[in-house]
């Protein structure tokens, strides 16, 4: 059983940059392919970006690419999404995610953390 706990949201103004953090615990963090997703109210939860086991592999929501960076540490059991040039419609909860395989957008993983509030606005 693996354990998710997310941190680092907040508010900030747009063009700003915040960096998430998902530590994990409970299994053997490098077994996973680790994702980010977010909700924003009244929407469906939608896929950010995922990162491979050995983190050479990574995916893009089109709506980021070029502005988030997804990275991992295996030896900190932790995920990393650094998030820069935020705009208004990046404003959502965001989701740290994990999986042995599959899909890496599709939303059915296998666990999930409790979810950090992002908020850009002036």
């Known amino acids: 059983q693996l354990q998710l706990v997310e941190s680092g949201g907040g508010l900030v103004q747009p063009g700003g940059s915040l960096r998430l953090s998902c530590a994990a615990s409970?299994?053997?963090?490098?077994?996973?392919?680790m994702a980010w997703f977010r909700q924003a109210p009244g929407k469906e939860r939608e896929f950010v970006a995922a990162?491979?086991?050995?983190?050479?592999?990574?995916y893009y929501a089109d709506s980021v690419k070029g502005r988030f960076t997804i990275s991992r540490d295996n030896a900190k059991n932790t995920v990393y999404l650094q998030m820069n040039s935020l705009k208004p419609e990046d404003t959502a909860v965001y989701y740290c995610?994990?999986?042995?395989?599959?899909?890496?957008?599709?939303?059915?993983?296998?666990?999930w953390g409790q979810g950090t509030q992002v908020t850009v606005s002036s």
């Open positions: 409970g299994s053997t963090f490098s077994n996973y392919i």
């Open positions: 995610a994990a999986r042995g395989a599959g899909v890496v957008a599709r939303i059915d993983y296998d666990y």
């Open positions: 990162i491979m086991w050995s983190g050479l592999t990574k």
